[in-house]
């Protein structure tokens, strides 16, 4: 049996969840969803952000889904928590363009893998000079440098890919970055001999963001930093039509975590027009990472069909169509399929 955590949180999280289980349930899968809490309203009930009974379930999980969390003041994010608890150290953020949806360039497809553990968003910081002055520290080890690098050639490899790209800002940050981009280069070294046919390079990261909107299909990996990574993917999510069609998984040794990355989107709350794709492509992505890669490959294909007809778009996606008329035309898509 599988053992899905569910998390909805808040705001369009609860309604893109529905739409993800109810995908799931079209499946010929033994699934469990487990039901746990996380975010703003769980903070008003419980006092907390995330519920240690939450992350005992994550834990124990199959992998775990997520929909969205409303920023709580003077709290930490949830979802940045949970990636700490369950210790999924690699981000990966596809950006595709899809036939019947605007985008800026034809033909984009690539992976940003961003490092989840350390960098600005380890939060640690601290107010000195009675109030006048901030310092956030940004931790870089060269342990998870590696780790991340290797994660992605081993992505590489798996996936058919041609090139890895290395993004940092050592000519600036030295020390930090300076670490990440030798083990960068070290991992790519152990590479070399046995898959020469993929490249390694390495760009700072105003230049990548410049090269993304100019050249997107130039590049097929990339791996980075946390901030940086998170920046880009939304930069590539731009480039292909939005937020609405972008998921994430985060992968760990044990764990597997998968989430939009639209956020609670509090001004449509409740109004039946959130996009439901990214969390049907992070499902195709948890599918993947469970090992049943027909079911991946054919919910990205259902996805897919229906964004080529363009018959059925959220306003988002310049269409009219409500959340639950998307969710099914691409469950039926789905059923035809499989």
Do not use: W
């Not at 984009?108 to 956030?136: H, M, P, V």
């Amino acid at each position: 049996m599988i053992k899905i955590t569910v998390i909805p949180g808040d705001g369009i999280g609860k309604e893109v969840m529905d739409v993800g289980i109810e995908i799931l349930e079209c499946l010929s899968l033994n699934i469990d969803f487990i039901e746990a809490e996380a975010g703003y309203e769980c903070f008003k009930k419980n006092g907390t952000t995330l519920p240690e009974e939450t992350i005992k379930n994550a834990k124990k999980s199959s992998s775990t889904l997520f929909g969205a969390s409303t920023s709580t003041p003077n709290e930490k994010s949830p979802i940045i928590e949970l990636r700490k608890k369950l210790d999924v150290f690699a981000n990966l953020r596809p950006v595709k363009s899809f036939q019947g949806i605007k985008s800026f360039f034809n033909g984009i497809d690539f992976l940003i893998i961003r490092e989840n553990t350390e960098g600005l968003y380890s939060q640690i910081e601290s107010i000195e000079d009675d109030g006048n002055k901030t310092i956030a520290n940004r931790i870089i080890t060269r342990k998870a440098s590696m780790k991340i690098s290797d994660f992605a050639f081993k992505k590489a490899i798996g996936d058919n890919r041609k090139k890895v790209s290395c993004v940092h800002k050592a000519n600036v940050l030295k020390k930090t970055d300076g670490v990440f981009r030798e083990s960068f280069y070290k991992i790519a070294s152990s590479y070399s001999n046995k898959y020469p046919q993929i490249i390694a390079n390495d760009f700072y990261i105003d230049a990548m963001a410049m090269y993304l909107v100019m050249k997107p299909q130039k590049f097929d990996v990339i791996v980075t930093t946390n901030l940086f990574g998170d920046i880009l993917s939304d930069e590539g999510a731009g480039l292909v039509g939005g937020l609405g069609l972008s998921p994430s998984a985060n992968i760990g040794d044990k764990n597997g975590l998968f989430e939009p990355v639209h956020g609670s989107a509090p001004d449509i709350a409740g109004r039946q027009i959130a996009n439901p794709i990214a969390m049907i492509l992070s499902i195709s992505m948890m599918l993947d990472f469970l090992k049943e890669k027909y079911y991946s490959e054919q919910v990205e294909l259902a996805v897919e069909n229906v964004l080529k007809a363009k018959k059925v778009l959220t306003p988002d996606l310049g269409g009219k169509s409500k959340t639950m008329d998307l969710a099914n035309a691409i469950k039926d898509e789905l059923k035809n399929l499989i």
